[in-house]
């Protein structure tokens, strides 16, 4: 099994050793550096090349969204999980919108952790179970008034980051069904990945 190389960047000592123990604890992973602020975030990647930087945002000096922002601009391959205690939905969107891998909440637990750091490396987007549970109490609109109401659910639950066979299950259609919607949906709004997806529907307010 290949060995996932982390940076772990957070302003709170007592943070970064508790989420380094909980990595280290598990086979795969491994910390390469441990970063107090967005500097030497910054500059750790750079060194290090990580698979994945773990990133807060709420740091002294530049923020981590200042951070993610000025990484993604230098190699947007770059691999970023939002690791924060901040859960404003202005904030979640101002992440996805600047093109960040995931947003993970500081109140997980060790599964979440690993299932967030699984979804980002095989390319999908990963949010956390609270951040959609709030995203689904708004009241779902789109810019785009010729969505239909199931191509809006789906939308949602595919820029919450579930697959197709979860979306299929959650909503008790097929899996070439949820297929058939997301290809419509591309269509319609103009863009050619998920990634794509996402952002429209953080522009649209699906998630707000």
């Known amino acids: 099994m290949k060995t996932l190389r982390i940076v772990?960047?957070?302003?709170?000592?007592?943070?970064?050793?508790?989420?380094?123990?909980?990595?280290?604890?598990?086979?795969?992973?491994?910390?390469?550096?441990e970063c107090e602020n967005?500097?030497?975030?910054?500059?750790?990647?750079?060194?290090?090349?990580?698979?994945?930087?773990?990133?807060?945002?709420?740091?002294?000096?530049?923020?981590?969204?200042?951070?993610?922002?000025?990484?993604?601009?230098?190699?947007?391959?770059?691999r970023i999980l939002i690791?924060?205690?901040?859960?404003?939905?202005?904030?979640?969107?101002?992440?996805?919108?600047?093109?960040?891998n995931g947003y993970l909440l500081k109140d997980f637990v060790l599964m979440e952790l690993q299932q967030a750091i699984a979804a980002v490396m095989a390319g999908q987007v990963f949010m956390s179970a609270r951040l959609e549970r709030l995203g689904g109490?708004?009241?779902m609109r789109a810019s785009d008034k010729r969505l239909t109401q199931r191509q809006l659910e789906i939308l949602r639950l595919v820029a919450f980051g579930r697959t197709t066979k979860e979306?299929?299950?959650?909503l008790e259609i097929s899996p070439k069904t949820v297929e058939f919607h997301r290809s419509r949906l591309m269509e319609r709004i103009g863009v050619r990945d998920v990634t794509g997806l996402v952002r429209y529907a953080l522009q649209s307010g699906v998630l707000s």
Do not use: K, W
């Open 167 to 170: 979306i299929a299950r959650q």
């Open 38 to 78: 967005g500097q030497q975030a910054i500059l750790a990647v750079r060194q290090y090349r990580p698979d994945v930087i773990l990133l807060d945002i709420a740091m002294p000096g530049q923020s981590g969204l200042e951070v993610a922002r000025a990484l993604l601009a230098e190699d947007p391959s770059t």
């Open 83 to 100: 690791l924060s205690s901040i859960d404003r939905p202005e904030v979640v969107r101002e992440a996805m919108m600047i093109g960040v």
């Open 137 to 139: 109490q708004a009241e």
């Open 8 to 33: 772990l960047a957070d302003d709170q000592l007592l943070i970064r050793a508790g989420i380094r123990a909980l990595l280290e604890s598990m086979p795969g992973y491994v910390v390469l550096a």
